[in-house]
Structures are given as structure tokens and as C-alpha cells.
């Protein structure tokens, strides 16, 4: 039975301090204990250049997604000034062309008659998402069955029923109207 020895060698470690190990074991210590400057260097290196990397990532998200909620603000504004200029406009032609008739058909509900006229308006349908044609009649009752003050959105339009929608100016037109028509019957 032969037994091998390991070999021993004096091992001095980064305090001086002497050891004893086996020569396998030398390898080992000075691999882990001992690194030249150059590859400490080099490690701290690629550590900061990944921070750095991680860091300047970061940085570039929350910017990025402040631009996104910008540009989505700017889209957001210009939506609504479309579309309440569409509704002006649409208000505008309205009264200009129907206003005289609209008056008769408030008079004709005011004083409790039916009225035939065949006079139309556009009302959004949210719910549908789309424009409707509607008597006039049919939306007045809507709004005057139960007689209050009804807000405009910031899209210019006021909801007088459910999901449907008119233009706000049209509403204020047919309100101011009513409201004549109350001060004339209150003065008699």
C-alpha cells in the first residue's frame, strides 16, 4: 500500500501571513485572493459601463413616455377642437336655416299642440357612435318634459337624453326660446 504525501508549500497571503497547503490547493489560492490590477480595473469598468447602460435606459423610458403623454395631450386637444368646431358649424347652419320653423314647433309643444312639421335634426348617438336623424318634435319633448338646465360637454355638445347628444348651441338657441315663452305667458 503505497500512500502519496501531498506536497506542501509556503503560501504567503495578501495579510503575509504564512500557510501551509498542498500544491493543488496553491493553484486555487492565488486565483482567488490575488487579482492584478489591470483585471480589477477592467471589471470595474464593465460594472460601470452596465450601471451607466441600465441607468441611461431608464432614463430614456421616462422620457419616452412623457413624450407619449404629451403627443396623446396634443391629440386629445385637437380631437375636441374638431369636433366642436364640426358641432358649431353644424349649429350655426342649423339655426341659420331652421330656426324660424324650430321656434313654431317650440310654440306648438309650449302651448301642448302637435305639430306635423317634417323639420330634422342631427343628434349623436354615443352609444351607436353615429349621427341620427330625429324629428324636431321628438327631440323637444326630450328636452322639455322635464324643464332644467342641461351642461355642454367640452365637445360642444349637451346630452338631452340617455346617450344622445345635440349641439350645444342649438341647445342654447331652443332654451333661450323656451324661456321667452315662459316670460310671455308669466306677464299675462
Not at 31 to 47: D, E, S, Y
Request: aromatic share 12%; proline share 2%; glycine share 2%.
Amino acid at each position: 500500500m503505497d500512500q502519496t504525501v501531498p506536497v506542501l508549500k509556503d503560501y504567503k497571503d495578501s495579510e503575509h501571513q504564512s500557510l501551509r497547503v498542498s500544491e493543488s490547493q496553491s493553484s486555487l489560492i492565488s486565483t482567488t485572493t490575488t487579482m492584478p490590477a489591470n483585471k480589477v480595473l477592467a471589471n470595474n469598468a464593465r460594472i460601470m459601463a452596465r450601471t451607466e447602460k441600465s441607468v441611461s435606459a431608464e432614463r430614456n423610458f421616462y422620457k419616452t413616455k412623457k413624450e407619449e403623454q404629451m403627443l396623446k395631450n396634443t391629440r386629445s386637444y385637437e380631437y375636441e377642437e374638431s369636433v366642436t368646431a364640426k358641432s358649431n358649424q353644424y349649429a350655426e347652419y342649423w339655426i341659420y336655416e331652421k330656426g324660424d320653423r324650430a321656434k313654431l314647433v317650440i310654440n306648438a309643444y309650449f302651448n301642448n299642440k302637435s305639430s306635423n312639421d317634417p323639420c330634422f335634426i342631427n343628434v349623436y348617438d354615443k352609444k351607436e357612435k353615429t349621427m341620427k336623424k330625429y324629428n324636431f318634435f321628438m327631440v323637444v319633448e326630450m328636452i322639455f318634459k322635464e324643464v332644467h338646465d342641461l351642461p355642454g360637454n367640452r365637445l360642444g355638445q349637451t346630452r338631452i337624453w340617455g346617450d344622445m347628444y345635440l349641439s350645444t348651441e342649438i341647445y342654447k338657441f331652443m332654451n333661450a326660446h323656451w324661456n321667452d315663452l315662459n316670460k310671455e305667458s308669466s306677464e299675462c
